[in-house]
């Protein structure tokens, strides 16, 4: 078995080789559905809210995934501690393990902290690479947070062309360590990076908007946007949580989520928009999921479930809540490379 720790998997994963393995499983999941089982993820809700510990989850998520020669079982384990950034600590905390179904060996077991953040961010420019206007100038990054990090990196690899990046977070010194950081671990992208005080300033001119927060309502409505922004929205995984206003989601052209079973269980947004009286949008007009849009399924102003076109409209949305077979990929990719290259450390098992 290879030991992983998350040195090792930082150095041999790159966000180009987690997007094309995720783009690749969507394919092979349209074209071979039994392929790949991954049952919706079990989440159990720890502490409850209080003076000295906010509430968090864990979530297990384990997947099979045969590859057209040998199956394998991915499970990963994930613990979500709100209070850990004021520890010094990552918020997410996550081990993996990789096993041959054949012979039940456990190929590899690493660390599950960057993939988590590399597998959410690629689908985030996956969704940017198929739904954002082709001359992205800008992205506003709003919560800058870990999961912010690398899903900046994606949508710059997807849209080289973007000049300026915006940053807004609740407590503005988080803007400016993120800058730091990232103007540090990728100089590759001649971007302007701004720190912003008050978000419209950082929503206003921005033809791509990535937001990942806990939020509980809506951080901003359709009239502080751009007609055309294409937003990524990777937070509000529980359905008391809310980032994106129903405004902003009932003026979408597209809404597209990476998982369908899950997104009704679990992405706060939506559920609260269908949920609304106030609101027009409901679970019908959801657009489809990326899987679809990957495998051209959907088509730019196509219609909803009922039939009904929403060509009046330019904003499109993409809401991520994360599933066990995006994971699972990434990490069978990680673990071959690992067996390949001797890489990590060889632990009889």
């Known amino acids: 078995m290879q030991l992983l720790n998350k040195a090792v998997v930082t150095e041999h994963l790159n966000m180009q080789a987690a997007i094309d393995v995720i783009e690749a499983l969507l394919h092979q999941q349209a074209a071979h559905p039994s392929w790949t089982k991954s049952p919706e993820r079990l989440v159990i809700n720890t502490f409850t809210d209080s003076d000295s510990h906010r509430s968090g989850s864990h979530l297990s998520m384990p997947a099979t995934m045969y590859d057209g020669k040998n199956e394998y079982t991915v499970v990963k384990l ?6 850990n950034p004021s520890r010094d600590l990552p ?20 660390d599950g902290i960057y993939i988590t953040q590399v597998r959410t961010a690629a689908l985030s420019g996956i969704a940017t690479k ?10 506003a990054v709003v919560g800058c947070g870990g999961m912010a990090y690398e899903q900046l990196h994606a949508v710059l690899t997807v849209r080289p062309e973007i000049k300026t990046v915006y940053l807004w977070n609740r407590h503005t010194e988080g803007a400016q360590q993120f800058k730091t950081r990232f103007t540090r671990d990728y100089a590759q992208w001649n971007v302007d990076i701004k720190v912003c005080e008050v978000l419209d300033d950082a929503i206003c001119n921005a033809d791509i ?5 806990r939020a509980t309502d ?34 979408s052209k597209m809404v597209i989520v ?13 559920i609260q928009a269908h949920e609304s009286e106030d609101c027009t949008w409901v679970w019908n007009d959801l657009s489809g999921d990326l899987q679809a849009l990957v495998t051209a399924s ?16 330019a904003i499109t ?23 390949e290259q001797n890489l990590g450390s060889l632990v009889d098992w």
């Open 258 to 270: 990476d998982d369908l079973v899950g997104s009704h269980h679990e992405a706060g947004d939506l």
């Open 209 to 213: 908007i990535n937001v990942a927060t």
């Open 78 to 83: 994930v613990t979500i501690c709100p209070d």
């Open 91 to 110: 918020t997410t905390t996550a081990i993996i393990t990789v096993s041959n179904n054949d012979n039940g060996a456990i190929l590899a077991m690493m």
């Open 218 to 251: 809506g951080l901003f409505n359709v009239d502080q946007i751009k007609s055309e922004v294409h937003i990524n929205a990777v937070g509000a995984y529980q359905p008391s949580m809310k980032e994106i206003s129903n405004d902003v989601i009932a003026n």
């Open 298 to 313: 959907l088509e730019e102003g196509s219609t909803n479930e009922e039939g009904k076109t929403k060509d009046d409209k």
């Open 130 to 139: 198929y739904m954002a206007k082709p001359d992205c100038q800008s992205v």
């Open 317 to 339: 949305l993409f809401k991520s809540v994360g599933a066990a077979s995006f994971d699972a990929v990434v990490s069978l990719h990680v673990a071959k490379q690992a067996q």
